[in-house]
C-alpha cells in the first residue's frame, strides 16, 4: 500500500448504530487529520494530531471521537449520528508542524462516503 | 484569523479559452498550496509555491505567488474538458491549512 488509505470507502449507518472510520498512512509522517466535505459547502477541518497528540479540535460534536494510536494510524469513531453528519469524510496527513505558524503540504486518501439513515 | 479568499466560486468556460482563478489571504504566510478535486474523489496537491515570486507550471496550469500582495493566481491556459474540477488553494497556519471555498471549473467541449 501507498499513500494514505481509509476503510470502508462507503458506509450507509443507522442513527443508533456505532462505527468506525479507519485511515493509514504509508509516508512517514507525523501529522493527521479529519476533514468533513459536505454537498456545496467548504472542506470542514475536524481534528488535528501533531504526532500522536490533538492540536486541534474544532468545535466537533461529542457523536465523533477521533484516536490516534500511533502516527501511522488515525480513526473516527461515529456514534449516534444525524442524517446531516453524511458527507465525504477525508483523512490527511503531513508533516508534522514543529515550528509555530507552520504547516505542511497534505495527501489526502480517497475519502470515505458516509450516509446516515 | 487568517482568512482565504477564491473567486470566482463558479466558472464556466469554453474548451480553447483563458481564465484565471484568484486566491487571496488575510495574514502574511510565505508559501501557498493549489489542490484538485474531481467530482465524488478526494483532493490531489497541484502546486506547492514556497516563496514569493514563485511560479510553477504544469500543462496547462501555472500557478504563482505575491506574497507582498497576499495574493495566488492559478491561470489555465487553452482550457480542455479535462480540466474541470474544483480547485482549491491553502495557506498554512499553526498546525494546518486554512482553505478557500473552491473554484468549481466547467470547461464545455
Known amino acids: 500500500e501507498t499513500g494514505v488509505t481509509q476503510t470502508p470507502r462507503h458506509l450507509v449507518m443507522g442513527m443508533t448504530n456505532k462505527k468506525s472510520l479507519k485511515c493509514e498512512q504509508h509516508?512517514?509522517?507525523?501529522?493527521m487529520y479529519w476533514y468533513k466535505q459536505s454537498a456545496k459547502k467548504p472542506l470542514e477541518l475536524m481534528f488535528v494530531?501533531?504526532?500522536?497528540?490533538?492540536?486541534e479540535n474544532n468545535s466537533v460534536p461529542s457523536r465523533f471521537s477521533p484516536e490516534c494510536p500511533n502516527s501511522s494510524h488515525l480513526f473516527l469513531h461515529l456514534h449516534t449520528l444525524q442524517p446531516e453528519d453524511s458527507a465525504l469524510y477525508l483523512c490527511?496527513?503531513?508533516?508534522?508542524?514543529?515550528?509555530?505558524?507552520?504547516?505542511?503540504?497534505?495527501?489526502f486518501g480517497p475519502g470515505t462516503r458516509l450516509t446516515v439513515t | 484569523e487568517l482568512k482565504v479568499e477564491q473567486n470566482p466560486l463558479f466558472l464556466s468556460m469554453q474548451e480553447g479559452k483563458n481564465y484565471t482563478i484568484y486566491c487571496n489571504y488575510s495574514t502574511t504566510s510565505d508559501r501557498l498550496y493549489w489542490y484538485r478535486q474531481d467530482p465524488g474523489k478526494s483532493l490531489e496537491s497541484l502546486f506547492v509555491?514556497?516563496?514569493n515570486g514563485a511560479v510553477k507550471q504544469e500543462g496547462r496550469l501555472m500557478a504563482s505567488l505575491d506574497t507582498k500582495a497576499r495574493l495566488s493566481t492559478l491561470h489555465i491556459t487553452a482550457a480542455v474538458h479535462d480540466l474541470s474540477a474544483t480547485y482549491f488553494c491553502?495557506?498554512?497556519?499553526?498546525?494546518?491549512?486554512?482553505w478557500g471555498a473552491g473554484t468549481k471549473l466547467i470547461i464545455k467541449p
Open positions: 494530531y501533531n504526532f500522536k497528540e490533538q492540536t
Open positions: 491553502a495557506v498554512p497556519t499553526n498546525y494546518q491549512l486554512i
Open positions: 509555491l514556497l516563496s
Open positions: 509516508l512517514g509522517h507525523n501529522a
Open positions: 490527511a496527513s503531513s508533516q508534522a508542524s514543529v515550528e509555530y505558524g507552520r504547516s505542511y503540504e497534505q495527501y
